[in-house]
């Protein structure tokens, strides 16, 4: 039994090299990941309307036991070993599904299959810009489509409503993904129907797993469909408007340029800000792996459409395949467009979809599943047996060099970095002085901020650090985009900040019950200096302290 477990163990070494290669640079220091869409810090925020709510619980009752700066490490490591285990586990079922005994299947070859869902443009663009969330409803979405594989290959009742479990955890961490899981759900279940599963079970089974899937989200889906909610998915599709789906538009300079962009997983409108390393850019070695893999693809979808037995959900997986590309286009393209904002304006929830190359998350499990085919097919003919080894390491380079520049601390760009040594002071003082009775409002007043001390534009980290209640800008500054208040709180500073209304501010800080305003020393901040050390001389503001990197102002008593 023990000598069993320890073989079955060996299988995932391979994965477990590849993700150390990627995060080892992490833990040679301490200090957090800052990413421009992710930041962490000592303190995490539980807001029970919030669809990030379950995971933030989660990292909460794991900081009792852990620093949170190894937390979030931690965890990324554990969502990149996610990706690959999530490939290992399809693999092995549609190789199953198209025919294979599970005796037959080649440990090694289903590792270098893996590789696929990590390496690709897709996965490291959203990695670089730290939107973890979108690649945990990737790691769901790939996973619901290995236990709908498995539910036909075995039909257990419990895969089905894991199925329906996974749906609900990829919609809880990206809710435009229900648009992307729905098509292959109604494939599968046709593909059901077609081969006579028992339509009264399968009935009862995804109804009981529609039911844990409305229970896993109930908590923000009910506030935002009330109209009530303060999370983070309500608020912001409320905010959404027209300027959002062009600033945000799927990257091409042209239609042809658009969907090319697509058809090779890329087009992410954030790799053109450069923020971090674009793919794109290394023309020598960009897109010429993919080119490589294309015969591979075409093979398997020849395979699939040969077999009489296969070819109706191959057929269901290309339009499938097509629709995600055309949709990813958005409105980059006319006709695309024009659905697109038909979609926008009709179909609930998918106006806060104002990214459309989301989709191409769809178009890289198409991809996979037939490269999975095609490279398993081949790979039983006698050539490639003989030359295995070798062949096999020239696939999963060429895999890899879909996104190389994942390796070794995402190639350099992303480094710990530990919060200064004076923002703990301050937080200190103002945690002494107000026992946290009050707000801190934070300045400059921007969603998105470079920081010397960090050395990027990230996310602004100050409601994650200080101990207090902190009320940051929300304010979008992109594509035509300023402002995005989700509250009137923010609005009123904004209308200071923009000088439209000096006296909003005084009122705000009167209301929102706010004693301190911390001013970073970073990027704009002295115009905010000028107009705050007027209100000192006014007697509405004093000055509480100065460090290297921050000013704290204190609100008047006689305000």
Known sequence: MVNKMINKLKQFWPYVLVILAIIAPWFFRSGYLFFTDFVMGPKIILDWQSNHFLLNLFFKILAFILPVDWLEKIFISFILF???????????????????????ISQPLVFILSLFLLFNPFVYDRIMYGQWGIILSYIFLIYNLAYLFKYFNKQQNEDLILAWVLVGLSFLFSPHFIFFIIPFFILFYCWYFKNKFVIKKLFKYSLAGLGIFIFLNINWLLPTLLNHSTGTVGSAVSAITKQDYLAFKTSGDTPAEAYRNVLMMSGFWGKDQSRYLDLTRFKENWGKSFLILIPFIIYGIYLSLKEKRTRFFSIGLLVIGSLSVFLAVGISAPVSGQVSLFLYNFLPFYKGMREPQKWVAVLVLVYFIYLGLGVWHLSSKKFIQTHRFALGVFLAGVIIMQAWLLFWGLNGQVVSTNYPADWYQVDQKIVKDSNCQTKVLFFPWHLYMSFNWIGRIVANPASVFFSCPVISGGNMEWGGIYDQ?????????????????????????????????????????????????????????????????LFVFKVSDKK
């Open 485 to 549: 208040p989700s509250s009137g709180v923010e609005s009123g500073i904004s209308d200071w900040v923009l000088d439209k209304n000096s006296d909003k501010l005084l009122e705000t800080i009167k209301n929102e019950n706010i004693g301190y305003l911390v001013l970073a020393k970073e990027i704009d901040y002295p115009t905010y200096q000028t107009r705050l050390e007027a209100m000192v001389k006014q007697g509405s503001l004093m000055i509480f302290l100065e460090t290297p990197r």
């Open 82 to 104: 996610l990706v690959l285990l999530a490939g290992k586990i399809l693999v092995e079922q549609l190789i199953l599904f198209f025919g294979n005994s599970p005796e037959k």
